[in-house]
């Protein structure tokens, strides 16, 4: 009985919640914390109909944490093992290289185009001045 009664204020207070968002006088700050609680009271809601997933956020995150970890370690290996941490180094300065290569070619081809569009500009500046 007592679970039915949690599960009818949480459900009231999630409805409250919802229509506190409808209600457009929040300032854009305002707005996202109303949303975020809206959307942890639900969770809180769901949590209560399936306690196996976590009855809290922190329940649920740290399950969530442990899953995903669990799966990346299946994946890659232990996250202590010095060959996956030396691996993980290799990946992120593979990745550090590649983004700045992406940069580098992307500010070169907008230089290459503003040399053109200028070169353009002149080329139509010059036959106006010509006639």
Same mark, same amino acid.
């Given at each position: 009985?007592?679970?039915?009664?949690?599960?009818?204020?949480?459900?009231?207070?999630?409805?409250?919640?919802?229509?506190?968002?409808?209600?457009?006088?929040?300032?854009?700050?305002?707005?996202?914390?109303?949303?975020?609680?809206?959307?942890?009271?639900?969770?809180?809601?769901?949590?209560?109909?399936?306690?196996?997933?976590?009855?809290?956020?922190?329940?649920?995150?740290?399950?969530?944490?442990?899953?995903?970890?669990?799966?990346?370690?299946?994946?890659?290996?232990?996250?202590? *093992?010095?060959?996956?941490?030396?691996?993980? #180094?290799?990946? =992120? +300065?593979?990745?550090? !290289? @590649?983004?700045?290569? %992406?940069?580098?070619?992307?500010? *070169?081809?907008?230089?290459?185009?503003?040399? #053109?569009?200028? =070169? +353009?500009?002149?080329? !139509? @500046?010059?036959?106006? %001045?010509?006639?």
């Amino acid at each position: 009985m007592l679970w039915r009664d949690d599960y009818e204020i949480l459900n009231a207070l999630h409805s409250h919640q919802i229509a506190l968002l409808g209600n457009g006088g929040f300032s854009a700050d305002g707005f996202m914390r109303q949303q975020a609680n809206a959307k942890d009271r639900f969770h809180d809601l769901v949590g209560m109909l399936r306690p196996w997933e976590g009855r809290t956020a922190k329940e649920r995150q740290a399950k969530d944490v442990e899953k995903v970890t669990k799966q990346w370690e299946a994946r890659f290996g232990h996250l202590k *093992d010095p060959k996956v941490q030396e691996e993980i #180094k290799r990946t =992120a +300065a593979a990745m550090i !290289r @590649r983004a700045a290569l %992406t940069a580098a070619t992307a500010v *070169d081809e907008n230089y290459s185009l503003a040399l #053109k569009n200028q =070169a +353009a500009q002149q080329q !139509r @500046r010059l036959r106006i %001045t010509r006639r």
